[in-house]
């Protein structure tokens, strides 16, 4: 597993904020089609899940996106 977090670590660093928009655009699509495929009862489960999954990862994104801006201004 380590050597899959190596791998994308280098894959980062070569690369732009196009191609993580890129990767962005894509993990959004396949979260449409999963979402497609999930049955009227369990939609709530998964909006639930997204919804805290999208806090948890968001809030620690925007406080480096602030620090890196924080930074770039000093």
């Known amino acids: ?3 899959l977090f ?3 670590d280098k894959y980062l660093e070569k690369s ?3 191609d993580l928009s890129m ?3 894509c993990l959004f699509s396949m979260g449409v089609l999963a979402g ?3 049955s009227e009862k369990k939609k709530g489960y ?3 899940i997204a919804g805290i999954v999208f806090v948890v990862t968001y809030i620690p994104l925007m406080a480096k996106f602030f620090a890196v801006i ?3 201004s000093e």
């Open 70 to 72: 924080a930074d770039k």
């Open 36 to 38: 497609t495929c999930i």
């Open 16 to 18: 732009d904020w196009k």
């Open 46 to 48: 998964a909006r639930a």
């Open 23 to 25: 990767i962005k655009f």
């Open 1 to 3: 597993m380590k050597c």
């Open 6 to 8: 190596d791998y994308a």
